[in-house]
């Protein structure tokens, strides 16, 4: 068999992705390989879980849009398929002068990207958060949490209710492609086997510069993971 598409990656990227291509071509077979017998391993799973309200980008560009119609479509995402979520807002503390100015210009910010906020003075945020010392702060009641492993498992649910199939465990160790078809020798086992598919959609994440490689594509970067400043 011969598939129509061929995902790599069960992230809530190469699911979502898998998800909404067989919504949109549900005659076409798709399937979605992982190396890890869960989803949302890696990356999607080690983030911090917040459902953003897109306070800093620029009013009217496509990022506040996406922000805020994501943060909407994340909720009854959850709510349909019974995932727990809070949208326990966060704050945005100033600390001094021009941070409070900076503050303010933020504020106004979220009033025009359609953003629930509320404007605390210095006694409000103590009142909020005591262990927090500032000039005031902003309260960002759209921000929420979420657990994204959860969701991504349930998007891979909603896609193989659709048809859409999913294999686990199941590493790509080589790619070659033709004019006809692309070629992945996966391994899943201890046995090595060839998929073929017409179309490839590589949503590898840390090992895209691999599956690059695989491909013979030469590229200029390489990945290279570390921790920043929330490990230390």
Not at 74 to 97: H, M, R, S, W
Not at 158 to 174: A, D, M, S
Request: with cysteine; charged share 20%.
């Amino acid at each position: 068999m011969i598939y129509d598409y061929l995902i790599i990656g069960g992230g809530i990227v190469g699911v979502s992705t898998a998800w909404q291509l067989k919504q949109r071509h549900p005659d076409k077979s798709v399937l979605l390989v992982e190396k890890e017998s869960v989803y949302a391993k890696h990356q999607t799973g080690h983030n911090s879980g917040v459902i953003h309200a897109g306070v800093y980008y620029a009013p009217g560009s496509l990022k506040a849009q996406f922000c805020k119609e994501g943060v909407a479509a994340t909720i009854q995402f959850c709510e349909e398929n019974g995932i727990a979520y809070e949208q326990c807002g966060k704050l945005l503390v100033a600390t001094n002068a021009l941070e409070h100015e900076r503050m303010l210009a933020l504020y106004e910010r979220c009033h025009t990207n359609g953003i629930n906020v509320e404007l605390l003075t210095q006694k409000q945020l103590n009142d909020v958060e005591p262990d927090i010392v500032g000039t005031g702060a902003i309260l960002v009641k759209d921000t929420g949490i979420v657990d994204y492993q959860k969701v991504t498992t349930a998007m891979a649910g909603c896609f193989e209710q659709l048809g859409g199939e999913t294999r686990l465990n199941t590493k790509v160790v080589g790619l070659s492609e033709s004019s006809d078809v692309v070629s992945v020798d996966v391994e899943r086992a201890g046995e090595t086997k060839q998929i073929q598919c017409r179309f490839l959609i590589t949503c590898s994440g840390l090992m895209a510069d691999r599956t690059t490689k695989m491909l013979g594509i030469e590229t200029d970067f390489q990945i290279v993971p570390f921790r920043g400043e929330y490990y230390r």
